[in-house]
């Protein structure tokens, strides 16, 4: 009923940059909180950033000043541009939305996106 699609990973050089896209798509009313999470090997999956219907922003230390995530209403997406990336950024991020469908707020996950950060 609800798809949720990631893009824009890839290999990046230490430093580089790259932004990240989700679109989700189906029965959705209304979409609420989007954001992002990333799990490295061996590690456990990691909140990086959200941000509300509104706007509001939350960043996770790991990528304060380093990320942007921004939204867009209308088209169900959201976006995480990330700059001066750094080998330990390595990691597959998910994109998480949370949406009303059919009367109920559910929380819908993306398959995830690959990100390696190494020269």
């Known amino acids: 009923q609800v798809q949720v699609v990631e893009s824009g990973g890839g290999l990046v050089q230490p430093g580089g940059s790259l932004r990240l896209s989700c679109a989700a798509s189906g029965s959705i009313f209304i979409t609420y909180d989007m954001g992002w999470y990333r799990q490295a090997p061996g590690k456990q999956r990691e909140l990086v950033a959200t941000?509300?219907?509104?706007?509001?922003?939350t960043y996770a230390n790991i990528v304060k000043g380093r990320g942007t995530i921004s939204r867009d209403n209308a088209k169900n997406t959201v976006d995480l541009d990330m700059n001066s990336l750094k080998p330990e950024d390595t990691a597959v991020y998910y994109c998480?939305?949370?949406?009303?469908?059919?009367?109920?707020?559910?929380?819908?996950w993306g398959q995830g996106t690959q990100v390696t950060v190494s020269s």
């Open positions: 998480y939305v949370v949406a009303g469908v059919n009367l109920r707020r559910n929380d819908y």
């Open positions: 941000i509300t219907r509104g706007g509001e922003t």
